[in-house]
């Protein structure tokens, strides 16, 4: 099975502040996939293959990484981006979430 | 619009069973690959299970082997999972999700349904 460490597990920052989660994988993984879950909702996607927004995802947001490490960025933070992160692998079963990230607002 | 409804979920006894279903609109449930997945209460994210379109393809998360069984009805637009020899450590919140299987992301998800297994 195929662990995801993310880290750190929680942070706060202030509006404007550049923001970088990241995500390490415990074997080499093709792609990272990432989903957001606010507070009492479901999780959504969103970012997928490593790098791609999914729909409606602000371009402030942007994902890198390859092989076993992997980041997801907010490049100014916003009031509205304070949740729980969480990555995904889909490069072999068992698909694995990590542990998450909860980013609060500053 | 994607919906997602899951329903079945309550409270149970540690060793009974429950069955979950998963309600879909809004796109061609028989075109796509299904997933259940779960929440436990404070704590992440766990796949559980996967179903091919046309059930051909079954794949669980080990924990739930054996005790879990994923089945879909795509007359009915509908996915199921029914439990069997329920742990207090399956209590959760379970999702449907729809994966996109180029290189397995979740799409969709439903609002989730809460499972609490306790005496």
């Known amino acids: 099975e195929i662990v995801l460490t993310q880290s750190p597990t929680t942070m706060a920052a202030s509006p404007g502040e550049k923001v970088t989660l990241t995500c390490r994988a415990s074997?080499?993984?093709?792609?990272m996939h990432w989903y957001q879950q606010r507070s009492g909702t479901s999780p959504k996607l969103w970012i997928y293959?490593?790098?791609k927004l999914a729909s409606g995802v602000p371009n402030r947001f942007s994902g890198s990484g390859s092989g076993t490490s992997y980041s997801l960025t907010i490049n100014s933070m916003e009031t509205e981006d304070a949740a729980t992160y969480y990555c995904?692998?889909?490069?072999?079963?068992?698909?694995?979430f990590g542990g998450g990230t909860k980013l609060e607002l500053k | 619009e994607v919906q997602l409804v899951e329903s079945g979920g309550g409270l149970v006894q540690p060793g009974r069973s429950l069955k979950l279903s998963c309600v879909a609109s809004?796109?061609?449930?028989?075109?796509?690959?299904m997933n259940w997945i779960r929440q436990a209460p404070g704590k992440g994210l766990e796949w559980v299970a996967y179903?091919?379109?046309?059930?051909?393809?079954?794949y669980y998360a080990e924990t739930m082997k054996g005790r879990f069984t994923i089945s879909r009805d795509n007359a009915k637009n509908t996915l199921y999972l029914q439990m069997t020899s329920l742990r207090s450590e399956d209590t959760a919140l379970y999702y449907c999700?729809?994966?996109?299987?180029?290189?397995?992301?979740?799409?969709?998800w439903g609002q989730g349904t809460l499972v609490t297994v306790s005496s």
């Open positions: 999700a729809r994966v996109i299987t180029t290189t397995n992301w979740f799409a969709y």
């Open positions: 809004g796109f061609t449930f028989s075109n796509y690959e």
């Open positions: 179903i091919s379109s046309g059930s051909s393809y079954i």
């Open positions: 074997s080499s993984v093709s792609y």
């Open positions: 293959e490593t790098s």
């Open positions: 995904q692998q889909g490069s072999s079963y068992p698909w694995t």
